[in-house]
């Protein structure tokens, strides 16, 4: 029997029931195939086979097929749309992606678009991907994985481009870093083949004298002179110390002085002070030193330069010169003997009672109330250094200056305030008998001790005026770090420290006299002249 027309055939198996049309007893013509679990094609039919356009729907899928068949296959263009609603849109090849064609994948929260050539349902050869997170990649795939010449446009606006393989950066390749840093060179596995791992400071305080001394032992400590300004350059290594060429690495440096933390009778007052430190002051830097730094202003830009100190006569000498021969140059100075001074200095003061103490921090006090109210309105304020991008892996910073501290720089008055505290420690321990014995001692030298205070008393004034100039004798922590922003390959660089000991510049820096200029003043004298001559030919008549 021959069906013809339109009819229903189930099939034996039970599983097919087709209804649609028919000639010569074969399905052809527009029909629909039904299967027992739910799926079913309905479409076109040719001499009893699946060609044509139709569509088909999986129910243990719930994916949908709209599109070309041949023989029953998913063949020619077609557009599938998954259950998660994912669609790709383009060329079949016997039930799978092949050819050009557009996958849309949905996520949770957001979608990849891949618009490009495909085989065996896996992305190859031309095409272009846009991630969930905003990634873009535009080249080259080989079964489903970026592999060969591509550029990817990264959410974060860095860009690369050079070789892919295995689904990462490999071979040549150049990286447009978001942060400014441009890599250009190998890359494996998806890093760079040789990448920097930290800092190292080059030094140079551009004193010819200090060059003359032997190099010190000590390379973490370096010496630096008030006015003179020194040079810091920054070098980007590997772990095998060679230089490695960034460009565009940025790169801070910063000066910090000992961090002293807040000095109170009272440990309620401490728990304060440390509740408003958190709020104000910036936290403590960390250094291999065994303490704490907090920052010290530096800059490139200041006007004051060596020719500023006085001569050590001049800091020397009360009326503008108590005459001393044993005196010799100031603390801190470039000279040896000036720690020899020091100590001596230290000692004296520590042989004055403790009543003589007290008086001497209650005069200090009033006579330090107007000074540290004229230093708030003198101290000069200077713009701060700015961070500075290698160039081949290098930096460099000339010219460098330690401002003069801000007013109330509280490291300052906290380290004076706990050498105060350590100075009573120590007269009160001292007992009676100690000073009764010192007193006959101290009665037989008080001309030379009244002699050598009033020398203290003048040489701490000249050096507060100093300071108001130049940044306090003393220690200093240069800071290097690797400030990239965002770091380069979710990696910054280690940073590197130095050791400063900042001292007045060596005699030999001192500055000259000016020299006595004999024709200047002979024509000086002459106008005197001559505007006397005619004051008295005025008067006359």
């Given amino acids: 029997m021959l069906f013809l027309g339109h009819g229903i055939y189930q099939y034996e198996n039970k599983y097919f029931r087709y209804e649609g049309q028919w000639r010569n007893g074969t399905k052809h013509g527009h029909g629909k195939l039904q299967m027992a679990d739910g ?29 070309q068949f041949v023989k029953g296959e998913l063949h020619g263009r077609g557009t599938m749309v998954y259950a998660d609603g994912s669609m790709y849109e383009g060329e079949w090849y016997r039930n799978r992606k092949h050819g050009y064609g557009i996958m849309k994948t949905l996520g949770s929260n957001s979608s990849e678009v891949y618009e490009g050539s495909y085989d065996k349902n896996m992305k190859h050869g031309v095409g272009t991907m846009m991630y969930a997170n905003g990634d873009r990649y535009e080249g080259m795939w080989v079964n489903d994985m970026r592999e060969g010449r591509g550029i990817l446009y990264s959410n974060d606006g860095s860009v ?13 390749g150049v990286m447009h870093h978001i942060s400014g840093l441009i890599y250009d060179g190998l890359w494996v596995n998806g890093f760079p083949e040789i990448m920097a791992t930290k800092l190292k400071i080059s030094f140079d305080n551009n004193s010819e004298i200090d060059k003359k001394k032997k190099s010190p032992k000590d390379k973490t400590k370096v010496s630096i002179f008030q006015g003179i300004g020194f040079t810091v350059s920054v070098e980007c290594l590997n772990e095998s110390n060679r230089v490695i060429l960034d460009q565009g690495r940025e790169i801070r440096l910063t000066v910090g002085f000992r961090y002293y933390p807040p000095v109170s009778d009272n440990e309620k007052e401490d728990a304060l002070f440390d509740m408003i430190e958190d709020d104000v002051e910036e936290k403590p830097i960390e250094t291999p030193f065994g303490y704490s730094v907090v920052p010290y202003p530096i800059t490139d830009q200041i006007n004051f330069s060596v020719e500023d100190i006085p001569d050590d006569d001049e800091q020397d000498d009360p009326s503008k010169s108590p005459t001393d021969p044993s005196q010799g140059p100031t603390a801190e100075s470039g000279d040896e003997s000036s720690d020899e001074k020091q100590e001596n200095t230290e000692n ?9 103490d007290e008086e001497d921090k209650a005069e200090g006090d009033e006579n330090d109330e107007s000074p540290d109210m004229e230093k708030e309105n003198t101290v000069p304020q200077f713009p701060s250094i700015t961070t500075l991008r290698t160039k081949d892996g290098l930096c460099k910073w000339d010219d460098l200056h330690l401002t ?71 220690e200093y922590v240069l800071i290097v770090e690797d400030v990239t922003n965002p770091p380069f390959m979710n990696r910054r660089l280690e940073p590197d420290f130095l050791l400063m000991k900042l001292k007045q510049p060596p005699k030999e820096f001192k500055r000259e006299s000016k020299k006595w200029d004999t024709s200047s003043h002979i024509k000086a004298s002459m106008r005197v002249k001559e505007d006397e001559i005619l004051s008295k030919k005025h008067l006359k008549d």
């Fill in 160 to 172: 690369y481009e050079g070789n892919f393989q295995g689904d990462s950066f490999s071979g040549r």
């Fill in 39 to 67: 799926s079913y094609y309905e479409g076109t039919f040719s001499n009893g086979e699946i060609d044509g356009k139709g569509m088909r729907f999986f129910s243990q899928t719930g994916s949908k097929y709209t599109g």
């Fill in 404 to 474: 003069p501290a801000p007013p109330k720089y509280r490291p300052f008055e906290r380290m004076e305030e706990q050498e105060r505290l350590k100075s009573q420690s120590k007269n009160r321990s001292r007992s009676k008998a100690d000073i009764r014995e010192q007193g006959s001692r101290r009665r037989s030298s008080i001309k030379n001790t009244t002699h050598s205070s009033m020398f203290d008393k003048f040489r701490m004034k000249k050096q507060k005026a100093l300071e108001e100039k130049f940044a306090k004798l003393g």
């Fill in 348 to 356: 004296d003061k520590e042989e004055n009672s403790e009543e003589k």
